[in-house]
């Protein structure tokens, strides 16, 4: 479905911030106390597994969930020592959390660039000390007995990588000084979406002449559309297609410590916000991959939040993530959509978590 006459009054011109004069990225220290140590076994359970080539399935005993089983063959990595494997994780988390630099002259869009290419000798000796005091919940003397070995084993080799990487994440720091460079990028550039006129409904607010919604469970995200385009405090709205608008997406780091992108559901504009909308079954509202998704738009609105008015439509940015529990019993009862958006929306990353126990339970 192609663009209406006056897509213009409906369009979104999401800003990126390109350049932020005098940005550093500075890591705050980490509290290695406050890192959770690996449960899954023993470190004696451990020690008994080396070289012996048993499986064995990781389970979290508080959620009892099921993490895979790992073949242990007594080494994952092929390294020398203890002073070897610092060396290679070091390298390791490093190289998982550098997002790729773009070819040629393309403007990358997420801020990409290359992570911790230097201080790499900071990184180690966090990685050395929440080893040997709190990895197993006490002191670890990785050169006695050989203990280093125990580290080559995957369940405790992944959950490593993942508990620092994402400290490192929540670490993260970048004072600011100057002026932004911003660049524009609009919805109506993807001028046509391909969608079922049986799984499709006409709109009015919108760039577009219908919007399509998922033909198997999309009756919330359906519920929506019509909602919104019924809501006169509503005075433009979209469903994001990841596939055409490639360009609205933010990166995230999941649960297990790798980076992935993130597109919102829709994107929606009242007199008062633009909000980023994401609909969720209530079952996964409190998926720790949704909630660091919406730590991470938080983030991004909040750095949109600083640029001047002029820059951002005169408008603030907020997130919104809409399960369906509340999302029923504000339409049941006949609220506006554009008051449910500013009541859920977040207004920074540390909300993230009170405001999930405000509006989900």
């Known amino acids: 479905m192609g663009l209406r006459e006056d897509y213009r ?3 979104f011109a999401i800003p990126f911030i390109l350049r932020e004069a005098e940005q550093w990225l ?27 080539g048993d499986v064995f399935i990781s389970q979290d005993l508080q959620s009892n969930t099921l993490f895979g089983d790992y073949r242990i063959d007594g080494a994952v990595m092929n390294i020398g020592g203890y002073n070897d494997f610092l060396s290679r994780m070091t390298r390791r988390i490093s190289q998982a959390l550098s997002q790729p630099l773009p070819k040629g002259n393309k403007i990358a869009t997420h801020l ?44 405790v080799l992944d959950h490593i990588s993942k508990v620092i990487a994402l400290a490192l994440i929540e670490a993260e720091d970048q004072p600011l000084a100057g002026d932004s460079e911003v660049h524009y990028r609009h919805l109506s550039e993807v001028g046509k979406l391909p969608m079922r006129k049986s799984s499709s409904l006409e709109v009015n607010k919108c760039i577009y002449e219908r919007l399509a919604y998922p033909a198997r469970n999309g009756g919330l995200e359906k519920a929506l559309i019509e909602w919104a385009n019924a809501d006169s405090h509503v005075q433009a709205f979209c469903k994001i297609s990841e596939t055409r608008h490639d360009f609205v997406r933010l990166r995230y780091v999941k649960e297990d410590g790798l980076p992935a992108f993130y597109s919102p559901d829709f994107l929606l504009r ?27 738009v938080a ?45 859920a929306k977040i207004r920074d990353k540390t909300q993230v978590d009170a405001q999930q126990s405000l509006q989900w339970n």
């Open 9 to 11: 009054d409906f369009d």
């Open 270 to 296: 009242t007199n008062k916000a633009v909000y980023l909308v994401e609909t969720k079954a209530q079952g996964q509202v409190s998926s720790p991959n949704v909630q660091r998704k919406l730590k991470a």
């Open 26 to 52: 500075e890591h705050q220290t980490l509290d290695i106390n406050a890192l959770p140590p690996f449960s899954a076994l023993t470190l004696v359970q451990l020690k008994d597994l080396l070289g012996k």
């Open 112 to 155: 990409a660039n290359p992570y911790l290419q230097v201080n790499t000798a900071q990184l180690t000796g966090w990685l050395d000390g929440y080893i040997r005091e709190r990895l197993f919940s006490g002191a670890f003397v990785p050169l006695h007995d050989e203990n280093w070995r125990v580290l080559l084993l995957q369940p």
């Open 299 to 343: 983030a991004w609105c909040g750095r949109i939040n600083a640029l001047p008015a002029a820059s951002r439509s005169d408008l603030p940015w907020h997130t919104v993530l809409l399960g369906e529990s509340v999302f029923w019993e504000w339409r049941n009862k006949g609220e506006r959509l554009a008051a449910l958006c500013e009541y």
